[in-house]
Antibody
Framework: EVQLLESGGALVQPGGSLRLSCAASGFTFSSHAMSWVRQAPGKGLEWVSTISSSGGGTYYDDSVRGRFTISRDDSKNTLYLQMNSLRDEDTAVYYC????????????WGQGTLVTVSS | QSVLTQPPSISGAPGQRVTISCTGSSSNIGAGYDVQWYQQLPGTAPKLLICANTIRPSGVPDRFSGSKSGTSASLAINGLQAEDEADYYCQSFDSSLRGVFGGGTKVTVL
């Protein structure tokens, strides 16, 4: 069974940093692009970042470019999101998702991890 | 403001057919990129419902169907059931190298 398990969410002050992890199992992790998608409380889904299967291609939404860094460790079957200079508006549940095809469909999704940015 | 436009809410009686529209532009749906649909039940993670415009992954009931034309796409639910009450999101890829979502549509079963 394909599974994704996020961790690392926490309460952090504005300007702080946090690293999210996503442990993958049940599929060949190194063969797939992976993504982070977030959902602010009561709001819709927002794509954050995608990394190619090789790790050589990384893509970011304008709202996080320069502050967030996506990476992967294929030896550990784990995806990461390093989040720096956090802002109130980064408060959200962060989901990781396996990413497929040229149109980037997301399947499956993890259960999500909550990041709260507040003083 | 979402890149893809969906109606905020729709409702229907059990057994009714409802459709959700998703309008994009020439840089995403109109550029030929596929449209996906996700269902998010209350308090849960999103689930892929339709991929590549019309394909239902294994396990998705056949009352769900997708279509695409030009810069728009639609999700139809035939024979609405109580368990279909959820939020639905369309998604595609944009030529500016980013994933794009609709704002979501809340489906209420009357």
């Amino acid at each position: 069974e394909v599974q994704l398990l996020e961790s690392g969410g926490a309460l952090v002050q504005p300007g702080g940093s946090l690293r999210l992890s996503c442990a993958a199992s049940g599929f060949t992790f190194s063969s797939h692009a992976m993504s982070w998608v977030r959902q602010a409380p009561g709001k819709g889904l927002e794509w954050v970042s995608t990394i190619s299967s090789s790790g050589g291609g990384t893509y970011y939404d304008d709202s996080v470019r320069g502050r967030f860094t996506i990476s992967r460790d294929d030896s550990k079957n784990t995806l990461y999101l390093q989040m720096n200079s956090l802002r109130d508006e980064d408060t959200a549940v962060y989901y990781c998702a396996r990413t497929r095809s040229a149109s980037w469909w997301f399947d499956p999704w993890g259960q999500g991890t909550l990041v709260t940015v507040s003083s | 403001q979402s890149v893809l436009t969906q109606p905020p809410s729709i409702s229907g009686a059990p057994g009714q057919r409802v459709t959700i529209s998703c309008t994009g532009s020439s840089s995403n749906i109109g550029a030929g990129y596929d449209v996906q649909w996700y269902q998010q039940l209350p308090g849960t993670a999103p689930k892929l419902l339709i991929c590549a415009n019309t394909i239902r992954p294994s396990g998705v009931p056949d009352r769900f169907s997708g279509s695409k034309s030009g810069t728009s796409a639609s999700l139809a639910i035939n024979g609405l059931q109580a368990e279909d009450e959820a939020d639905y999101y369309c998604q595609s890829f944009d030529s500016s190298l980013r994933g794009v979502f609709g704002g979501g549509t809340k489906v209420t079963v009357l």
